[in-house]
């Protein structure tokens, strides 16, 4: 039988709905929504959608100082007696900006998962999300399913024991993504950040991507260090065999600084130097046709002499 006040699997009414009028479970709900000191709230643990101080938050703490918190955020009591944070970071964070000591706030009881699966479904109604924000809201709800006791894999096609459905084909339908693209989000929670933020600038696709999220962490650092030594990242096919080699365990340091230096179709533009500026540094004497090589030649040598001495300091630090 189903407890009073409390809704059965059917979704039938509960005899508070029987009961009561309109008017009286709307000051119910009412009584839920107070305002709570600032100071008594705790943000979301590892909370994956950024609070910027941008224009918006400017826009909204103006809107705030006016009219006040227009939607009230939403709390869970946290076992300490303090308050977490389950949706309305932005709001919170307008408000302190605005100078306020309380936030206007709807209490409500939800699990640790059920308010995992709250924030994450909440902050996916923002107009604009990093791929960094998705890919770890998708894992944390994956997560949150996994404790619940629903199965979940992130490398097969697990039937879940009760919908009979994949963990992402559920994800994937609740925000309008396939099950693909959820793995490939999911696959960059495996990056370093310094990878993870070129994603979210825009500076890297996401297909390489995720093929280096299968690299373990020092060789995503050689291939962040040759990224900012060759001003470029890598194509998808050069992830690709990347990836290859590092299964076969022939990934080595000196590979990945060569698939970085090839030339890719899209970087297929000449370089085009000043002469003023070049011209102080060459012979005046040298012939304009002898100019390329005499550069060449000096850049070559530029370049032993720089990793000579990089070893050089390198065997002193190690001798230390």
């Given at each position: 039988m189903t407890s009073k006040g409390r809704k059965s699997d059917f979704d039938l009414p509960t005899l508070d709905d029987l009961f009561s009028t309109q008017k009286e479970r709307d000051e119910a709900k009412l009584d839920k929504i107070r305002?709570?000191?600032?100071?008594?709230?705790?943000?979301?643990?590892?909370?994956?959608?950024?609070?910027?101080?941008?224009?918006?938050?400017?826009?909204?703490?103006?809107?705030?100082?006016?009219?006040?918190?227009?939607?009230?955020?939403?709390?869970?009591v946290k076992d300490d007696g303090r308050y977490?944070?389950?949706?309305?970071?932005?709001?919170?964070r307008a408000c302190e900006l605005a100078g306020l000591d309380t936030l206007r706030s709807e209490v409500k009881h939800?699990?640790?998962?059920?308010?995992?699966?709250?924030?994450?479904?909440?902050?996916?109604?923002?107009?604009?999300?990093?791929?960094?924000?998705?890919?770890?809201?998708?894992?944390?709800?994956?997560?949150?399913?996994?404790?619940?006791?629903?199965?979940t894999d992130l490398t097969s096609a697990t039937p879940l024991q009760k919908s009979g459905k994949t963990s992402r084909q559920i994800?994937?339908?609740?925000?309008?993504?396939?099950?693909?693209?959820?793995?490939?989000?999911?696959?960059?929670?495996?990056?370093?950040?310094?990878?993870?933020?070129?994603?979210?600038?825009g500076k890297m696709k996401m297909r390489p991507a995720v093929e280096l999220s299968y690299l373990n962490v020092d060789f995503q650092r050689d291939v962040l260090e040759n990224i900012e030594l060759n001003d470029c990242t890598p194509s998808h096919a050069q992830t690709?065999?990347?990836?290859?080699?590092?299964?076969?365990?022939?990934?080595?340091?000196?590979?990945?600084?060569?698939?970085?230096?090839?030339?890719?179709?899209?970087?297929?533009?000449?370089?085009?130097?000043?002469?003023?500026?070049?011209?102080?540094?060459?012979?005046?004497?040298?012939?304009?046709?002898?100019?390329?090589?005499?550069i060449c030649e000096?850049?070559?040598?530029?370049?032993?002499y720089y990793r000579e001495r990089t070893e050089q300091k390198k065997s002193g630090h190690d001798a230390r």
């Open positions: 305002d709570i000191p600032i100071d008594e709230i705790d943000d979301f643990p590892n909370h994956p959608f950024q609070v910027r101080d941008d224009e918006d938050m400017l826009q909204l703490v103006e809107s705030i100082k006016e009219h006040g918190v227009m939607t009230p955020a939403v709390l869970r977490e944070l389950v949706a309305g970071h932005r709001r919170k939800l699990t640790r998962d059920e308010a995992t699966v709250y924030m994450v479904e909440s902050n996916f109604q923002r107009s604009s999300i990093l791929p960094s924000e998705k890919a770890f809201a998708y894992k944390m709800r994956l997560d949150a399913m996994k404790r619940q006791g629903e199965r994800i994937a339908e609740s925000f309008g993504e396939s099950h693909e693209q959820v793995r490939k989000y999911i696959r960059l929670t495996y990056l370093i950040p310094e990878l993870l933020q070129l994603v979210d600038e690709i065999r990347m990836r290859k080699l590092y299964e076969e365990h022939s990934l080595t340091p000196e590979v990945i600084a060569d698939i970085m230096c090839e030339q890719k179709p899209n970087q297929r533009e000449r370089m085009v130097l000043s002469g003023e500026r070049v011209g102080q540094y060459l012979p005046k004497n040298l012939p304009i046709n002898k100019r390329e090589d005499y000096a850049l070559a040598f530029y370049r032993k």
